[in-house]
């Protein structure tokens, strides 16, 4: 269930809707994946799968010999950041609006 361990901690629990959602992620450079079911305010159960991934960065990032530097893995990490905040924001819209 999503706010409560793993990749989902803390994860949806700002407005509520931690118990509304019920999914897996995957994460790798780049690449963002969320795929479950979510429970909307009408009470309609969605499943869903939500695929994010930035192909032309991913390609620099295998390429470049300095990948494991700290500015490197920096911006990987803000990037996973910006992604799991769309993620949220996409899950939030559809639980409200379904």
């Known amino acids: 269930m999503s706010g409560w361990r793993g990749a989902f901690d803390g994860r949806f629990a700002e407005r509520g809707d931690e ?9 790798m450079h780049f690449a963002k994946g969320l795929a479950g079911y979510l ?8 499943a869903f799968a939500l695929y994010i991934t930035d192909f032309e960065r991913r390609r620099r990032y295998d390429a470049s010999p300095h990948r494991l530097a700290p500015e490197t893995q920096a ?7 910006a992604a799991e ?14």
């Open 39 to 46: 429970f909307t305010e009408s009470g309609r159960k969605l």
């Open 75 to 81: 911006s990987v990490k803000a990037w996973i950041a």
């Open 19 to 27: 118990t509304r959602v019920r999914a897996k992620t995957g994460t």
């Open 85 to 98: 905040a769309e993620e949220e924001r996409l899950v939030r819209d559809w639980i409200s609006r379904y």
